[in-house]
């Protein structure tokens, strides 16, 4: 059984930098589909990066590109997404996601229905 556990949130002023982590156990295949997903109240849940951890193919939609940065990290079974340039509208709830699938040929058009295990959450809160 795979599990999820992201770190790293907090509470930033608008220009900070938060570095969240999402520690995976229970893999069973050496690549994974690995995403970043938040949710902000009253808002649906949506995509910011995604990286297939086969070849590090990697995507960003666009109101993060040039701030955000997702990265792996082999030996610990972690990905990472590095935030920078924080936007008060930044703040939500982030998940980290996975599946066990080659998504780089459909990296630019994957959804939450394309991850099958998911983290508990951690709270980013970006202040004006």
């Known amino acids: 059984q795979v599990q999820l556990v992201e770190s790293g949130g907090g509470s930033v002023q608008a220009g900070g930098s938060l570095r969240l982590s999402c520690a995976a156990s229970?893999?069973?295949?050496?690549?994974?589909?690995m995403g970043w997903f938040r949710q902000a109240p009253g808002k649906e849940r949506e995509g910011v990066a995604y990286?297939?951890?086969?070849?590090?193919?990697?995507y960003y939609v666009d109101s993060v590109k040039g701030r955000f940065t997702i990265s792996q990290d082999f030996a610990q079974n972690t990905v990472y997404m590095q935030m920078n340039s924080l936007k008060v509208e930044d703040s939500a709830m982030y998940y980290c996601?996975?599946?066990?699938?080659?998504?780089?040929?459909?990296?630019?058009?994957?959804?939450?229905?394309?991850?099958?295990?998911w983290g508990q959450g951690t709270q980013v809160t970006v202040s004006s």
């Open positions: 996601a996975a599946d066990d699938w080659d998504c780089a040929s459909a990296i630019q058009d994957l959804d939450e229905a394309d991850f099958g295990y």
């Open positions: 229970g893999y069973t295949s050496s690549s994974y589909c």
């Open positions: 990286i297939y951890t086969g070849d590090s193919t990697t």
